[in-house]
């Protein structure tokens, strides 16, 4: 069971589908505080402590997804971005802006409890410490510079600095590289096991999603080690020393 006080802000201006929500996250023994727009919401966590910010993408004035950007620049903090189905832009909105995890509406409310409660357990360290306690002198699956990555336990662990974690489409980029370590994955095929449609927009977006996890994995992000560009056929995780390339 999540610690009952753990404290969660709605950023929402649709006041009934803010009120579904809170109820949702009431009824979880979570405490919810409602903003109606990102400027109300920034005030907020100026104030209050915050352990998950759950951002709508359509907010007026400042977007929902300028807001997660900003936020995530500035705070180390939970962000599910819920958005609005059909587009495929909506589908890969998690990969530009670094949320943990988003949702598409209409949702049941099962699944977005659910993705609150995932990204919580990776977030909130007084969550995750149980956890890793258990797994604490556990192999790891893999040991990438300073990282321990547990794919099994979907755990990854930055020895150096505890304080930093991957995002769900980080961890899902390095799980689809790690499945075939040492060999290129193309961008069509991460697209497809990402379960995003294959156009221009998107594709990019795996380049941007590269980026951010080697600025993470990588000791060097312009020289890295692990996760290389193979020119003209995609991506590789090395999982050995070797020498750092593009």
Known sequence: MLNQKVRILIVEDDPDMAELISDLVEAEGWIPTCAGSAEEATDILA?????????????????????????????????????AAGSAADRVLGLETAADDYVVK???????????????????????????????HERPSLLLGDWAIDLMGRQAVCLADRSKT????????LEILAQ????????????????????????????????????????????????????????????GDGEPSA
């Open 166 to 173: 991957l995002t769900t489409a980080e961890f899902a980029l």
């Open 47 to 83: 104030r209050e402590q915050m352990h998950l910010v759950l951002v709508d993408h359509n907010l007026p004035r400042t977007s929902g997804r300028a807001f997660a950007q900003k936020l995530r620049s500035e705070a180390n903090i939970g962000i599910v971005m819920v958005t």
């Open 106 to 136: 209409p949702f049941e409310p099962i699944e977005l409890t659910a993705r609150i409660k995932a990204v919580l357990r990776r977030t909130v360290p007084s969550l995750k410490q149980e956890k890793e306690s258990e797994r604490e």
């Open 180 to 239: 075939t370590p040492n060999q290129p994955v193309s961008r069509a095929q991460i697209l497809d096991r990402l379960g995003s449609e294959s156009d221009r927009y998107i594709d990019r977006n795996v380049d941007v999603l590269v980026l951010r996890l080697r600025r993470k994995i990588e000791r060097n992000p312009d020289l890295p080690r692990h996760i290389k560009t193979r020119r003209g056929k995609g991506y590789v995780l090395h999982t």
